[in-house]
């Protein structure tokens, strides 16, 4: 007679979670199709583990795992107890003649304590896995099976090793389990350590079972300490200069900041691990010579930066437009839309627009080929910057603007403006105007992409603007790209990509700037935009200007600066990505002849790696 012990460590998974628990009770559900559970050994958490106390060989044990000890299945003493022979067949809890488990003679039960699962009743669907468990590699065990039956009279499952099972369980019903096992005629078992997986969630199949992830760990170099956090990692006291940090398998949903001078935080070993910010940035840094392994870790911040057309949506159709200009619509161009509706206007236009029907004859200016210069306009494209195109040079004098606005509460949006042989877009000739947007444009220039500037004829030798929006453009530029100027109030300017592509040396150097904050402006708002390949990337140019916001940025590679400030007083550019977490190599890329400009904290990887 061989007595041996059967150990099986009881955990659960859900997809995406990253964890395998022990035994106890399942909390902290997250309802999605499949529920994130954690674990607790309270009773009364909401969907509960417990080993049955009467069943002799089952308890719960150190560390999370059911034992069940074949050297007691008959008797708490183990002395007395006969334990198992080969050629048996062992239960463990009570399987009746018709194969159910009886309530009071389970090994292990499954209660669900939920009132409530998130879609307004509480339903569970809980998996049981033995996947894992390959009984051709242990001697002497023939057969593994696990009977569960619902106390809802839903009929008994059998599970076998290799197996998987889905029980739908309501609210306070449970599942009982008892084991059965059988062993071989001529060969003494072997002990068996293996893992159950239990899975909870809705609409299960057997198909939904997830593979096995680690529990989130980050270890130490130095003395092998682990910490479930980052943060707390880098805290920790013992944490010192030069130390490096192994980030395991996993998703961290935190914030973290390096201040440790030298540190290293790179991945461990296994599946790339997910460090996610939920709407803040991952990581910053404000300490030397640090190193950040974005190559191996998934920095997530879940914001947006520059410009993205993919779901764009004009929130203008047809039937409310008062106008639609198009070739075989009402109008054949832009200019002799607004000559005619004039203001208090929505103008849709379509995408077989052709930009050649546009004369700079029509109101405004001459040195522009579309003038809106009527208040309350809508000129808005219905299929976006990819298939609407402004594609003529205006005929104007001197190979003047493609587009002026000269009014309030004007909305020019969704135009690929390409090929200007001078500025994109110019917003002139406004006093404090209110309620101007130009978004989602993609605009080539050979000169300034969006402009707010004190020029043109007369009645346009004013530009001031309270409010403006620039957002979510796509610019490439040889001189500015968004320069908001001449008084400009609470300006935004979020979400643009800005290119520079001026590649002559002398030219480029003579002021092609991403972002250009001129005399008079107050309280300006930058966030979010990609500004690369020009000369400087941002500017603060003139004293008497402010920048309330300047955040969430991605300014990188840019010849001269990527940041200057030639206006007195102190510019905050902390928060932003220039392309390196090197400290040293990003001070080289900041300066100017004005106030001092703090840079850090610094995003230590892409705040969106996607742009």
Do not use: C
């Not at 593994?144 to 009929?155: D, I, M, R, V």
């Not at 040396?505 to 935009?529: F, L, M, P, W």
């Not at 220039?578 to 001070?587: H, L, Q, R, V, Y």
């Amino acid at each position: 007679m061989n007595r041996r012990q059967l150990l099986l460590g009881m955990g659960t998974a859900a997809a995406g979670a990253g964890a395998v628990f022990g035994s106890g009770a399942f909390t902290q559900v997250q309802t999605e199709r499949d529920l994130t559970i954690g674990v607790d050994k309270d009773s009364s958490a909401l969907l509960e583990l417990s080993a049955n106390s009467g069943v002799a060989s089952v308890a719960n044990g150190d560390n999370g795992k059911l034992v069940i000890n074949t050297d007691r299945l008959s008797s708490e003493d183990e002395a007395n107890s006969q334990g198992f022979a080969v050629g048996s067949t062992v239960d463990i809890g009570g399987i009746d003649e018709t194969g159910d488990v009886s309530s009071g003679e389970e090994a292990f039960s499954i209660t669900n304590n939920f009132d409530d699962v998130g879609d307004g009743n509480a339903n569970l669907d809980v998996g049981i896995d033995l996947t894992s468990i390959d009984l051709s590699s242990v001697s002497g065990l023939t057969s593994l099976e696990f009977y569960g039956t619902p106390s809802n009279s839903n009929g008994t499952q059998v599970t076998s090793a290799g197996g998987r099972n889905v029980f739908d369980v309501a609210s306070d019903e449970t599942i009982h389990f008892a084991i059965r096992f059988t062993t071989a005629s001529t060969t003494g078992p072997q002990g068996l350590d293996a893992t159950v997986t239990f899975q909870a969630g809705s609409d299960l199949t057997s198909d939904d079972f997830p593979t096995e992830q680690p529990v989130e760990t980050i270890v130490r170099d130095s003395d092998g300490v682990s910490f479930s956090s980052i943060q707390t990692a880098i805290n920790d006291g013992g944490t010192e200069d030069g130390e490096t940090l192994r980030v395991g398998a996993g998703t961290y949903d935190e914030s973290v900041t390096i201040d440790v001078e030298g540190l290293t935080l790179e991945a461990g070993d296994g599946p790339s691990p997910t460090v996610d910010g939920n709407g803040e940035i991952p990581v910053t840094v404000s300490a030397s010579n640090v190193s950040v392994d974005n190559e191996n870790i998934n920095f997530q911040s879940g914001i947006d930066v520059g410009a993205d057309f993919s779901d764009y949506d004009p929130g203008l159709t047809e039937s409310e437009a008062d106008a639609v200009v198009g070739p075989s619509e009402g109008y054949d161009s832009i200019g002799n839309a607004l000559n005619t509706e004039q203001s208090d206007t929505s103008i849709l236009v379509k995408s077989d627009y052709d930009a050649s029907n546009e004369s700079s004859d029509n109101d405004g200016s001459s040195s522009a080929l579309i003038s809106i210069v009527y208040e309350n306009v809508e000129v808005i494209s219905e299929e976006g910057p990819e298939e609407t195109v402004i594609d003529e040079r205006p005929d104007a004098e001197g190979d003047g603007r493609a587009v002026d606005i000269n009014a309030a509460n004007v909305v020019f949006k969704g135009f690929d403006v390409a090929d200007a042989s001078q500025e994109g877009i110019v917003v002139t000739g406004v006093e404090n105007a209110e309620g101007i947007e130009i978004t989602d444009n993609k605009i080539t220039s050979d000169n300034d992409g969006i402009l707010v500037a004190e020029f043109g004829p007369e009645g346009f030798n004013s530009a001031s603007t309270d409010g403006i929006q620039i957002v979510n453009n796509e610019i490439k530029h040889e001189r500015v790209g968004i320069s908001p100027g001449g008084g400009d109030q609470n300006p935004v300017i979020e979400r643009n990509t800005i290119i520079g592509t001026n590649d002559e040396g002398a030219a480029k150097g003579n002021g092609e700037r991403g972002i250009q904050i001129s005399s008079g402006v107050t309280d300006a708002t930058v966030e979010s935009n990609l500004v690369k390949t020009s000369y400087v990337g941002f500017q603060r140019a003139d004293n008497g200007n402010s920048v309330d916001s300047l955040t969430n940025n991605h300014i990188i590679d840019n010849d001269l600066l990527d940041v200057a400030n030639s206006a007195g007083g102190e510019l905050d550019a902390a928060e932003n990505w220039f392309g390196t977490e090197d400290i040293e190599a990003i001070g080289e890329q900041i300066g100017g002849s004005g106030g001092d400009i703090v840079f850090d904290p610094f995003a230590g990887a892409p705040i969106d790696p996607d742009a």
